[in-house]
């Protein structure tokens, strides 16, 4: 079997981008990158001929054939997020063409379901982000995050204000994930009064509350506080997490597989698992990343939760990406997603939703 052709499709209204690679025995991988607008010409312009005529089942020979062709780009940023696109592309073609799920390629499957939390932007004022919480409570979620918005950018009183808001929503046996979103002009000191502060709200961990280039200020929250302290979605390369670890600058990683691919990040949980640390993917984008993210929490000890981006009203593009983009539905089943057993990623398109969104 050889790789025929790729092909890189921008989702309009985001900055979503569907990778598609085709084989000679006409198997078709998805994938996805979650990055600039312009990684489809990275993908079609730079990638694409360094793939062409190989075998899609020699995945770690192409990713490292990438990596080292790639240097003058740079090791990190959008021509990593490119490379990881196609690398979930191929993880699905190899589960297809041996009739196993992607879990059972990565290794083997730790559960048979996953818990995907509710994930929300604080963009309302109190009695909003109330209601907000209770509306995702009853629906069934297990865990909720709220993040960004004036989180860390206002000041200590506002982001007590509005966490305290969301677990009264959310009631006390929800779990809260609070996400700062790394703000520029907050340090360490401010994220430091603030951690202090929410614990009694009963915080499952606080995600990004600085910069993750400051990572002697992230280590230096982590001291001060008894709040995990969660990083790493923005990042592309093992070595960019390994720092993380040895220097215990964070309790729980958050690779995005959009952005490193599924045998980078599957590396990055393993690194995680021998740390102690819990491995927990980041995603903000479309329903091919979910599944990706399921496939390889199935497949780690250390992790069981997923993020599931839940738009806002009057999002209707990034609703339709998430949700509508592929043609097997998201099941909420008591507070979990049950993690698939068909061939691949054991999706499909749907088609009538790319024709509507896709731009070539």
């Known amino acids: 079997m050889k790789i025929v052709d790729v092909k890189a499709t921008l989702l309009a209204g985001s900055n979503?981008?569907?990778?598609?690679?085709?084989?000679?025995?006409?198997?078709?991988?998805?994938?996805?990158?979650?990055?600039?607008?312009?990684?489809?010409?990275?993908?079609?312009?730079?990638?694409?001929?360094?793939?062409?005529?190989?075998?899609?089942l020699e995945i770690g020979k192409l990713w490292t054939k990438m990596y080292r062709a790639v240097s003058w780009h740079g090791f990190r940023g959008i021509t990593l997020h490119g490379m990881a696109?196609?690398?979930?592309?191929?993880?699905?073609?190899?589960?297809?063409k041996l009739g196993q799920p992607v879990w059972k390629l990565l290794g083997g499957r730790f559960r048979d379901r996953v818990i995907p939390?509710?994930?929300?932007?604080?963009?309302?004022?109190?009695?909003?982000?109330?209601?907000?919480?209770?509306?995702?409570?009853?629906?069934?979620?297990?865990?909720?995050?709220?993040?960004?918005g004036p989180f860390g950018r206002v000041s200590v009183e506002k982001d007590v204000e509005m966490v305290k808001a969301v677990r009264q929503g959310a009631g006390e046996e929800?779990?809260?994930?609070?996400?700062?979103?790394?703000?520029?002009?907050?340090?360490?000191?401010?994220?430091?009064?603030?951690?202090?502060?929410?614990?009694?709200?009963?915080?499952?961990?606080?995600?990004?509350?600085?910069?993750?280039?400051?990572?002697?200020?992230?280590?230096?929250?982590?001291?001060?506080?008894?709040?995990?302290?969660?990083?790493?979605?923005t990042m592309g390369a093992t070595y960019e997490y390994k720092e993380l670890i040895d220097r215990r600058a964070v309790d729980i990683l958050q690779p995005d597989p959009s952005r490193v691919g599924l045998t980078q990040w599957k590396q990055i949980a393993k690194m995680a698992e021998q740390a102690n640390m819990p491995?927990?993917?980041?995603?903000?984008?479309?329903?091919?990343?979910?599944?990706a993210q399921i496939h390889l929490v199935a497949s780690i000890p250390n992790g069981e939760?997923?993020?599931?981006?839940?738009?806002?009203?009057?999002?209707?593009?990034?609703?339709?990406?998430m949700d509508e983009l592929l043609t097997?539905?998201?099941?909420?089943?008591?507070?979990?997603?049950?993690?698939?057993?068909?061939?691949g990623l054991g999706i499909t398109l749907n088609e009538k939703t790319m024709k509507k969104y896709g731009v070539r």
């Open 117 to 148: 939390y509710a994930s929300l932007g604080f963009h309302g004022e109190n009695d909003w982000l109330v209601k907000e919480a209770a509306k995702y409570r009853d629906q069934g979620f297990k865990v909720e995050k709220f993040g960004w």
């Open 174 to 233: 929800t779990k809260l994930i609070i996400d700062a979103g790394r703000p520029p002009d907050a340090n360490a000191s401010w994220m430091i009064q603030t951690a202090r502060r929410i614990e009694k709200y009963n915080v499952f961990f606080l995600e990004e509350p600085i910069t993750p280039d400051d990572i002697p200020g992230l280590a230096e929250i982590r001291a001060a506080v008894d709040l995990p302290i969660s990083s790493g979605e």
């Open 328 to 343: 097997e539905p998201f099941e909420l089943k008591h507070g979990y997603f049950e993690v698939p057993n068909k061939p």
């Open 16 to 56: 979503q981008t569907v990778v598609q690679v085709y084989t000679d025995e006409g198997i078709v991988g998805l994938g996805h990158s979650d990055s600039s607008v312009y990684v489809r010409y990275i993908i079609e312009g730079d990638l694409k001929p360094l793939v062409l005529g190989e075998d899609p």
């Open 305 to 321: 939760y997923i993020e599931y981006h839940r738009p806002e009203p009057g999002q209707e593009a990034a609703a339709a990406i």
């Open 279 to 291: 491995c927990i993917p980041h995603d903000w984008s479309t329903g091919i990343n979910i599944v």
């Open 85 to 96: 696109g196609i690398d979930m592309a191929l993880w699905d073609i190899a589960g297809q």
